[in-house]
């Protein structure tokens, strides 16, 4: 794959709108693979970068460049409003009239219900199931 891949990188190099990259998950790049629940390898993923999703279509250049054509570039956000649902602008512009601070807040106060509040409630749950 990895002749395909340089290629495809090559395709997309000073794009404005696409980034084809390549992470080496076992060096400086652990964290963000880490980060994205990368765990074999070679692993592909696409999308906005603060929600990257699984690639699981062919590996050789063809099948990649066609996706890569069809699928990256610009997605739904504060520069590309157009490209946006109606729930989706509603809610970016809701967090677009917060100030820096408060939407840190709320980023903080979401992080605390995923990383304590949901394992909470996932324990009650099996609890309540053993109990039937």
């Known amino acids: 794959m990895k002749p395909a891949w340089d290629k495809l990188m090559k395709d997309f190099e000073g794009s404005t709108t696409s980034l084809v990259a390549d992470v080496d998950c076992t060096e400086s790049g652990k964290d963000l693979c880490e980060k994205h629940g990368v765990g074999g390898f070679p692993t592909i993923k696409y999308g906005d970068p603060g929600d990257l999703k699984d690639y699981n279509g062919g590996r050789d250049y063809a099948e990649l460049k066609k996706f890569a054509d069809e699928n ?23 967090y677009m009239a917060m100030s820096t601070a408060d939407l840190d807040a709320k980023i903080k106060k979401a992080i605390e219900v995923v990383e304590v509040d949901i394992p909470i409630m996932n324990k009650a749950i099996s609890y309540a199931k053993s109990k039937r």
Do not use: H, Q, R
């Open 72 to 94: 990256l570039g610009p997605t739904c956000g504060p520069d590309y409003m157009e490209l946006c649902d109606a729930k989706s602008k509603d809610k970016i512009n809701k």
